[in-house]
């Protein structure tokens, strides 16, 4: 089955250097949730990784986040999506944890699900760190201009395996295209 793997802040919705703490500060990037209830459609399986170092930096809590996605979840519902699962890293960087891209644990989490092969996924991220988490677990990997992207992109440390999109509906169309 395919599985796309898509890290949240900076691909599904606007980021924030203030961290997305409640689901009032959580708001989608035009285009995001209908390219998610587009690959929904297409027969894929649809993931999150995401760090969420505002838990352990006790910005919000479990609760918090939980509604966070519950707001995501309810959204792509009225759209026909859906997200399979969410996995999120809740620890600081300096817990030197597996889980926390650009380390690839959290990935390894997703690959234990039945069906799951990463060889044959696709990750979406915006930053460097994503890219580098998915690069380590051989997914193959894009890169959108939203969030970090732009920013991303110019610092040159893109490899050129990755493909590079304005945003996740560019990527959808891409890829749902290419499937067809």
């Not at 796309?4 to 959580?26: C, F, H, M, Q, T």
């Not at 092969?117 to 991220?125: D, H, Y």
Request: charge should be neutral; hydrophobic fraction near 40%; proline fraction near 6%.
């Amino acid at each position: 089955m395919r599985v796309i793997i898509l890290d949240r802040d900076g691909v599904i919705n606007y980021d924030s250097s203030a961290y997305i703490k409640s689901p009032g500060e959580w708001r989608p990037i035009p285009g995001s949730l209908d390219a998610i209830a587009r690959f929904t459609q297409a027969g894929y399986r649809v993931m999150i990784a995401s760090n969420q170092s505002g838990l352990g930096r006790g910005l919000f809590d479990a609760p918090a986040l939980d509604a966070i996605h519950n707001k995501l979840r309810a959204r792509l519902a009225s759209l026909g999506g859906r997200i399979d699962a969410i996995f999120y890293c809740p620890h600081l960087p300096s817990d030197d944890c597996d889980c926390r891209k650009p380390k690839p644990g959290l990935l390894w989490q997703i690959a234990r699900l039945p069906g799951v092969t990463l060889t044959e996924a696709l990750a979406v991220g915006d930053s460097l760190r994503d890219l580098q988490a998915a690069a380590s677990a051989r997914v193959e990997t894009v890169l959108v201009r939203t969030g970090n992207g732009a920013h991303t992109e110019s610092m040159g440390d893109v490899p050129a395996s990755v493909r590079v999109f304005d945003d996740l509906a560019a990527v959808a169309d891409h890829y749902l295209v290419r499937a067809n």
